[in-house]
């Protein structure tokens, strides 16, 4: 219940999700491709496209993508910014699959979100034998900024009910699971491309982009202003400017015809 609750906020200001939420490193993409066997124009089924962060670079390679998304608002500014996406505003889990069958299945920092019992084997519906499931998940991971991100704990150990203990992990700590893929049987081995990538942002680009995190919107208005007040002297006083580093991690792997025995 709480992972469907949380879930929702991120329509709650969809105008600032699009502005702050970064895109994706180019290379996740050429990468995409390679494991699709660079096909002409692959169709593309996108779970929880958000405003097309990910969506707008397979557009560009002229694929051609469906989408489904639970916000409207987060849906309506996809619309907008590409008008060649189809976005059906529906839970993954309740909407009825399409008679197509897709090439490519991807989930862009969402698949987390969905109900585990069912996204996985409801991608393989989706998928033609041999079609690709692409799970994307983004990391705050060890550099940038170091002291900062060492020095922020105290922030939120003051101003939050269940802060985390230690500072973002090293990129190497993450781990590269595909066991949900393969307990299915219904894929054959994953593949893992990692992308590490940095970017810097302003006191209150910062604070914008935390306020489009689900468990930042789910704070008291108390408690938020006094952690951003906190979060806002420790920029300042690095110099007005925080860089973060991401990893972007890849699993893919192929549906096969038939369940493994």
Known sequence: MRRQEMRKTFGEDAELYDRVRPTYPRGLYDDLAALLGNPVRPRVLEIGCGTGQATGPMIERGWSVKAVELSPDLARIARDKLPELEV?????????????????????????WIDPEVRVVKSADALRPG??????????????????????DQCYQRFTPDPAVGGPPRADDVPEDSAEFDA??????????????????????????????????????????RLY???????????????????????????LHQPLA
């Open 88 to 112: 059906k505003t529906a839970a993954f889990e309740s909407w009825p699959l399409p008679a197509e069958k897709f090439d490519l299945v991807l989930s862009a920092t969402a698949f987390h």
């Open 131 to 152: 079609g690709l499931l692409a799970v994307v998940s983004t990391h705050h991971v060890e550099g940038g900024s170091s002291q900062f991100f060492a020095d922020v």
């Open 184 to 225: 299915s049987g219904r894929f054959g081995p994953a593949e893992v491309r990692r992308y590490e990538w940095e970017q810097t942002y302003t006191t209150s680009e910062y604070l914008e982009l935390l306020s489009s995190y689900s468990g930042h919107r789910a704070l008291t208005q108390d408690a938020r202003d």
């Open 229 to 255: 007040g906190c979060i806002s002297a420790l920029i300042e006083a690095a110099g007005g400017a925080v860089t973060k580093r991401y990893l972007t991690q890849l699993i893919a792997a192929n549906c």
